[in-house]
């Protein structure tokens, strides 16, 4: 059989941590058919890798782009950094499983009117999305918000039994249907009062599917110690996987934030020491971003833009607004001249100023002047970031230095031009381009095939992607061919979206999505379903 290319003259990083070689890799079939040193003959196509690198395509542990991929499916802000798998669902937001569509898009990231929501379950979910046909691999954990919505609504308690039964039937369904795992946002106004013993419950379903559990811990101010051990004690109790979500935030949850970080760190290995699976994964900012809508509770938008509007604008629910505990408030402690609202579309003048700054022009409280920002966008309610100078570098790098810490965007796939050409999420275009070129290049904290480690086979490993991660004979073609001289991040904080430099050719499955630095309008990606137990 002919085979579909040969790539010749690379040198090979194969994502297991050996040191480079030398070498070509054969490709049939979408897999890699042979490796090594390879006699072409003159009919065979070739790609000429001399003087570049080639590994496997890189995954994204954490990605949010469950829905900016639907409307987008070129996904050109990861294929340009080498990105070939991204594992969304991640901090309890995703796509499915629905039970009312609108009620869901306040748990979903990147929502666009563009692209209706016309399914329920997670098979009509993963149907919807190879239906595009996108450019990268997706696979899926199920959000944990997306459970709480579909059994209880907006009511902030914790689920009945009742309640709790329809959740598991949830979960359940949602895994036999193909997501590798079950994940939680517990800082989340949908998830804040569900308490651990619901969340073993749940993980414990999905132990029993062979599934994985992944979490962005309950993070309240105070606790850096109490929030870590939780996602320990939940996957022990319920004999799961755990893998715990952007670990170095701790940095914020307490006023020493080293300390925070290296107790969390050194939980993570006194849990591998005593046998069980726990790993992490950290973005590459060294700011925090969210939705400025996170400061308020899911119940203040029930009833839709009239209700909500009228509720802001009211001074009683205000008061009542303002004891309501919230990712936005935890990140600030009080300190809102580090919270800065990223762009401000309908008051563009308020654009990169802190919340400190606008309250103080308006003489209003920090929260009445989030909540006038959010009575003026409330047609794009969730489309508000802010970004949160709160944290110092090296606190956020120190995960990095322990060999189980994955790396992941935070961020959704996004592109400059099309459908998405307006949105932005920090980390979309950098992450993988950054953590190569800080690492690598600059520090020179990891050597190139430990960091490659990092973005393919341990994150294929973790989460249970057979065929993928590695570039060894029948694996999956998932390749990243890149001038390590040149491969680097171009976006910045105010001026993100920015295509990486120095990635040459992305195949996924075998076929070239990008070519010589430019995408090739092909969209060979699938949705990577779970093996099974």
């Not at 970031?385 to 994955?406: G, K, N, Q, T, V």
């Not at 275009?429 to 600059?442: D, G, I, M, P, R």
């Not at 904080?493 to 090739?520: C, R, W, Y």
Request: hydrophobic share 40%.
């Amino acid at each position: 059989m002919q085979p579909e290319l040969l790539i010749a003259g690379g040198t090979i990083v194969d994502g297991t941590g050996r040191q480079p070689f030398r070498g070509d890799i054969l490709i049939k079939d979408g897999r890699i058919s042979e490796i090594g040193a390879i006699a072409g003959r003159p009919d065979w196509p070739v790609l000429d890798a001399r003087g570049l690198f080639v590994a496997p395509g890189f995954i994204d542990v954490h990605s949010h782009s469950d829905f900016t991929i639907l409307v987008d499916p070129r996904a050109v802000s990861s294929i340009t950094q080498g990105v070939t798998l991204e594992i969304v669902g991640n901090c309890g937001h995703g796509c499915a499983p629905i039970k009312d569509p609108d009620l869901a898009k306040i748990n979903i990231y990147g929502v666009h009117s563009a692209y209706p929501i016309e399914w329920r379950t997670m098979g009509q979910y993963l149907e919807a999305l190879e239906a595009r046909q996108p450019a990268v691999n997706v696979a899926t954990l199920v959000p944990n918000g997306n459970l709480r919505l579909a059994a209880i609504g907006l009511a902030d308690r914790a689920a009945t039994q009742d309640e709790r039964r329809i959740m598991r039937r949830l979960l359940e369904q949602s895994l036999d249907e193909g997501a590798l795992g079950f994940s939680t946002g517990l800082e989340y106004g949908t998830e804040r009062a569900a308490p651990e013993e619901e969340i073993i419950d749940l993980c414990r379903v999905t132990a029993k599917r062979g599934g994985i559990y992944a979490t962005h811990t309950r993070n309240e101010f105070g606790q850096a110690r109490q929030t870590i051990a939780e996602a320990i004690r939940a996957g022990e109790a319920g004999q799961v996987p755990v893998q715990i979500s952007h670990i170095g935030v701790v940095a914020r949850l307490e006023h020493e934030a080293r300390p925070a970080v290296e107790q969390a760190m050194a939980q993570v290995e006194a849990a591998q020491a005593h046998g069980l699976n726990v790993n992490c994964d950290m973005h590459t900012r060294d700011y925090g971003i969210t939705n400025l809508s996170a400061v308020l509770p899911p119940w203040v938008t029930e009833g839709g833009k009239s209700a909500l509007e009228k509720r802001l604008r009211d001074p009683d629910v205000r008061k009542k607004l303002k004891q309501y505990p919230n990712i936005v408030v935890g990140e600030a402690q009080g300190r809102w001249d580090k919270i800065v609202l990223f762009e401000c579309k309908a008051q563009p003048e308020l654009s990169r100023q802190s919340i400190a700054a606008i309250a103080n022009a308006g003489r209003v409280d920090p929260l009445d002047a989030i909540y006038d920002i959010l009575l003026v966008e409330i047609d794009t309610l969730h489309e508000v970031l802010i970004i949160e100078l709160i944290y110092d570098e090296a606190d956020l790098r120190l995960p990095f230095e322990h060999p189980s810490c994955m790396v992941g965007s935070d961020a959704t796939a996004l592109a400059t031009d099309g459908p998405l050409a307006g949105r932005c999420f920090h980390g979309a275009y950098t992450w993988a381009s950054w953590f190569l070129n800080h690492f690598v290049k600059e520090t020179k904290t990891f050597a190139l095939e430990e960091a490659v480690r990092r973005l393919t086979s341990l994150p294929a490993k973790t989460f249970g992607i057979r065929d993928r991660g590695v570039l060894q004979r029948g694996a999956w073609a998932d390749i990243a061919i890149f001038d390590l001289s040149r491969f680097r991040e171009r976006g910045t904080v105010f001026e993100p979206n920015q295509i990486a430099d120095g990635m040459m050719h992305v195949l996924v499955n075998g076929s070239l999505a990008l070519k010589n630095g430019a995408m090739t309008g092909q969209r060979p990606g699938r949705v990577i379903r779970r093996a099974g137990p």
